[in-house]
């Protein structure tokens, strides 16, 4: 379409060009060169009759289809000389009748004078007979009899021989010496070569070449003019009119042809190139496509280098996650930001366009804000609020909490535990689209500033093949993963939101369950698997001698929400409750709360488990 219309255009510059060309050399309405009937393409100085102003020999006839014969005026008001053909560019074949005929009926009479060739009517040109042999007339008297490569004609009548030299190339000193009281003749000839008889290659056929003077060839080739004589046969150079601003006009054009095609390419490279970008990537027509659907939300597109601006050239690294690393930035309002930077893309762009879609069109306290993307070339970026206090495991493992200002109270804990259930359920049921998290750990569970838990990475699965899996499997500490049986086998059921309840489940126990001295109460070579203990401590009733458990009431909390993580790490998903459930339990007395039945699982498997996200 485009690029047909394209090269129609170009097509139209250089006809433009040619033709202009054509019309710049000077010799205006006088064509390059002409036909004459079927005897070839005849160039300048030869001109038809009817162009007499266009060279300086015309030729009749040439486009009257009823006369085969075509003559050519080599004398001012002469006879014409029949034309036989073209031989060269100047010269042509003629045939002179008038000769013809006198050599066949008496040649040594017509031999008796020189083959007078018309005189050219101007000293613009002059003409020659091209292959021509040099005779030699002597008296019958000759002193010296020429040696044997000289073939003599007796004319006896005429009391004069007619010598000529066989040999292909004739020495014209000896000729001289030989034939000093001799007159020459120079007519044309057929072919020396098989004859010792004359009158057998003199010729009436004769190719006569047309040569310049040298003024007028200066003039016709070289300035483009036309030659003239004036009135005192002075010769002069009629040269176009503006002959140099058509030059001019001929290289502006050229020049200005020569721009456009460079400028056409150069568009037509850039327009492959940016559709071989747009195949690469979403179409930016995608991107805004999605980006109004979005109407007044304020998730933002940022370009790859806003980013590096925004995060100081990737300065401040908060963090390491299984989609790629975390940096901390500061938006130009002066807003800190957390900008995950996404590696180990398996997408093409189109699947991180609908999860920014998803994730952005998510609005709950407790679900991290996207504020913006970034979907440049290769480069996938998040922008999402800043969360002061960090991810939640921080604050719940053993190893990380001596580095942190501040432990975390058992209110605080049983908050964050509800708070995340909020925000589960939120993204289960409270959206337009139903939201599967698969990555419920502590890691993901990011605290603002007051210690409200924001649940973040999610929808990343689909777009991001993930290193770390393994991790989520085995807990840091030994304990079981946070994903659920079902995810990693099919035996135990299908993957559901409740897969996610599974992993909620598995993480609050963790968060309730952070014993006082880890090191010396369970040995870790044992692999005493942390649900069983749990549970076993629930189900004798024994004190969980558990960190921060300074009253009743939080006793009350802890065994709150150890009985509703031991229900969510039901094995069969069908026993777990659904998160709006969990929510009830956490909310209600814990002593009206049934003691769920000892998880099937006793033991996590011990050789790593290969999790394909594709599947899910
Ligand atoms: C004969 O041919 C020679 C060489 O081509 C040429 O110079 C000379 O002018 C010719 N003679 C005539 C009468 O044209
Ligand atoms: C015949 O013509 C040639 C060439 O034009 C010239 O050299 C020669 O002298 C002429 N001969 C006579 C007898 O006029």
Same mark, same amino acid.
């Given at each position: 379409?485009?690029?047909?219309?394209?090269?129609?255009?170009?097509?139209?510059?250089?006809?433009?060009?040619?033709?202009?060309?054509?019309?710049?050399?000077?010799?205006?309405?006088?064509?390059?060169?002409?036909?004459?009937?079927?005897?070839?393409?005849?160039?300048?100085?030869?001109?038809?009759?009817?162009?007499?102003?266009?060279?300086?020999?015309? $030729?009749?006839?040439?486009?009257?289809?009823?006369?085969?014969?075509?003559?050519?005026?080599?004398?001012?008001?002469?006879?014409?000389?029949?034309?036989?053909?073209?031989?060269? #560019?100047?010269?042509?074949?003629?045939?002179?009748?008038?000769?013809?005929?006198?050599?066949? #009926?008496?040649?040594?009479?017509?031999?008796?004078?020189?083959?007078?060739?018309?005189?050219?009517?101007?000293?613009?040109?002059?003409?020659?007979?091209?292959?021509?042999?040099?005779?030699?007339?002597?008296? #019958?008297?000759?002193?010296?009899?020429?040696?044997?490569?000289?073939?003599?004609?007796?004319?006896?009548?005429?009391?004069?021989?007619?010598? +000529?030299?066989?040999?292909?190339?004739?020495?014209?000193?000896?000729?001289?010496?030989?034939?000093?009281?001799?007159?020459?003749?120079?007519?044309?000839?057929?072919?020396?070569?098989?004859?010792?008889?004359?009158?057998?290659?003199?010729?009436?056929?004769?190719?006569?070449? @047309?040569?310049?003077?040298?003024?007028?060839?200066?003039?016709?080739?070289?300035?483009?003019?036309?030659?003239?004589?004036?009135?005192?046969?002075?010769?002069?150079?009629?040269?176009?009119?503006?002959?140099?601003?058509?030059?001019?006009?001929?290289?502006?054009?050229?020049?200005?042809?020569?721009?456009?095609?460079?400028?056409?390419?150069?568009?037509?490279?850039?327009?492959?190139?940016?559709?071989?970008?747009?195949?690469?990537?979403?179409?930016?027509?995608?991107?805004?496509?999605?980006?109004?659907?979005?109407?007044?939300?304020?998730?933002?597109?940022?370009?790859?280098?806003?980013?590096?601006?925004?995060?100081?050239?990737?300065?401040?690294?908060?963090?390491?996650?299984?989609?790629?690393?975390?940096?901390?930035?500061?938006?130009?309002?002066?807003? +800190?930001?957390?900008?995950?930077?996404?590696?180990?893309?398996?997408?093409?762009?189109?699947?991180?366009?609908?999860?920014?879609?998803?994730?952005?069109?998510?609005?709950?306290?407790? $679900?991290?804000?996207?504020?913006?993307?970034?979907?440049?070339?290769?480069?996938?970026?998040? @922008?999402?609020?800043?969360?002061?206090?960090?991810?939640?495991?921080?604050?719940?493992?053993?190893?990380?909490?001596?580095?942190?200002?501040?432990?975390?109270?058992?209110?605080?804990?049983?908050?964050?535990?509800?708070?995340?259930?909020?925000?589960?359920?939120?993204?289960?049921?409270?959206?337009?689209?139903?939201?599967?998290?698969?990555?419920?750990?502590?890691?993901?569970?990011?605290?603002?500033?007051?210690?409200?838990?924001?649940?973040?990475?999610?929808?990343?699965?689909?777009?991001?093949?993930?290193?770390?899996?393994?991790?989520?499997?085995?807990?840091?500490?030994?304990?079981?993963?946070?994903?659920?049986?079902? @995810?990693?086998?099919?035996?135990?059921?299908?993957?559901?939101?409740?897969?996610?309840?599974?992993?909620?489940?598995?993480?609050?126990?963790?968060?309730?369950?952070?014993?006082?001295?880890?090191?010396?109460?369970?040995?870790?070579?044992?692999?005493?698997?942390?649900?069983?203990?749990?549970?076993?401590?629930?189900?004798?009733?024994?004190?969980?001698?558990?960190?921060?458990?300074?009253?009743?009431?939080?006793?009350?909390? @802890?065994?709150?929400?150890?009985?509703?993580?031991?229900?969510?790490?039901?094995?069969?998903?069908?026993?777990?409750?659904?998160?709006?459930?969990?929510?009830?339990?956490?909310?209600?007395?814990?002593?009206?709360?049934?003691?769920?039945?000892?998880?099937?699982?006793?033991?996590?498997?011990?050789?790593?488990?290969?999790?394909?996200?594709?599947?899910?």
């Amino acid at each position: 379409m485009a690029i047909v219309d394209l090269f129609c255009f170009l097509l139209f510059c250089h006809l433009v060009l040619i033709l202009s060309a054509g019309y710049g050399n000077g010799h205006q309405d006088c064509p390059h060169s002409f036909t004459c009937g079927n005897l070839g393409t005849f160039h300048y100085p030869f001109t038809k009759a009817e162009k007499p102003d266009c060279g300086l020999l015309a $030729i009749h006839d040439c486009d009257n289809p009823h006369q085969h014969r075509k003559m050519i005026q080599l004398e001012l008001n002469g006879k014409g000389i029949v034309l036989i053909g073209v031989a060269q #560019q100047n010269a042509i074949s003629i045939l002179d009748e008038d000769f013809h005929k006198r050599l066949q #009926q008496n040649p040594c009479g017509t031999l008796k004078n020189n083959y007078s060739l018309p005189s050219p009517f101007s000293s613009l040109y002059s003409i020659h007979i091209k292959f021509n042999v040099t005779l030699f007339k002597c008296k #019958q008297s000759l002193k010296m009899k020429p040696p044997t490569h000289y073939f003599n004609h007796p004319c006896p009548e005429y009391d004069y021989d007619i010598y +000529y030299d066989s040999l292909p190339t004739p020495n014209s000193k000896e000729a001289h010496s030989l034939f000093s009281s001799c007159s020459v003749i120079q007519i044309s000839t057929k072919d020396l070569t098989d004859t010792n008889d004359i009158l057998s290659f003199v010729s009436a056929e004769m190719v006569l070449q @047309v040569v310049l003077s040298n003024d007028c060839d200066q003039c016709y080739n070289h300035r483009g003019g036309q030659c003239r004589l004036d009135a005192n046969q002075k010769f002069y150079c009629k040269e176009a009119p503006k002959n140099k601003s058509k030059i001019l006009k001929l290289v502006l054009v050229l020049g200005l042809v020569t721009a456009v095609t460079i400028a056409l390419l150069l568009v037509m490279v850039m327009i492959y190139h940016t559709r071989w970008k747009q195949k690469q990537n979403p179409t930016n027509q995608q991107i805004k496509i999605f980006l109004e659907r979005q109407g007044p939300l304020q998730t933002k597109r940022y370009d790859y280098s806003e980013i590096k601006k925004v995060t100081n050239s990737f300065r401040n690294k908060l963090g390491q996650g299984g989609f790629g690393s975390v940096y901390k930035g500061k938006l130009p309002d002066g807003r +800190y930001v957390a900008v995950k930077i996404l590696s180990e893309l398996k997408d093409n762009g189109e699947d991180f366009i609908n999860e920014v879609a998803t994730i952005s069109r998510t609005s709950h306290i407790n $679900i991290v804000n996207l504020l913006g993307f970034c979907c440049e070339g290769s480069k996938r970026a998040l @922008v999402y609020e800043f969360m002061s206090n960090g991810s939640l495991e921080k604050f719940i493992f053993e190893e990380n909490v001596g580095k942190t200002d501040r432990q975390l109270d058992c209110q605080t804990i049983y908050h964050i535990a509800v708070g995340v259930a909020r925000g589960l359920e939120y993204l289960h049921q409270g959206c337009n689209t139903r939201i599967l998290h698969f990555d419920i750990k502590p890691h993901n569970i990011l605290l603002d500033e007051n210690f409200n838990p924001k649940i973040s990475d999610f929808g990343l699965a689909k777009i991001c093949t993930r290193k770390e899996s393994m991790i989520s499997i085995f807990g840091a500490r030994g304990t079981a993963g946070y994903i659920a049986p079902e @995810v990693f086998s099919r035996n135990f059921g299908a993957v559901s939101h409740k897969s996610d309840v599974y992993s909620y489940g598995m993480m609050i126990l963790e968060m309730a369950g952070r014993r006082k001295n880890i090191k010396t109460e369970v040995n870790r070579s044992s692999e005493i698997y942390f649900p069983d203990w749990i549970y076993n401590c629930l189900e004798s009733n024994e004190e969980l001698g558990l960190q921060n458990i300074r009253n009743e009431s939080d006793d009350k909390l @802890v065994r709150k929400m150890t009985i509703v993580g031991l229900w969510c790490i039901q094995t069969h998903p069908s026993t777990r409750p659904a998160i709006s459930k969990v929510l009830e339990m956490l909310g209600s007395k814990v002593e009206l709360l049934q003691i769920p039945p000892k998880p099937f699982l006793s033991s996590p498997p011990t050789s790593p488990v290969h999790l394909s996200y594709e599947t899910l």
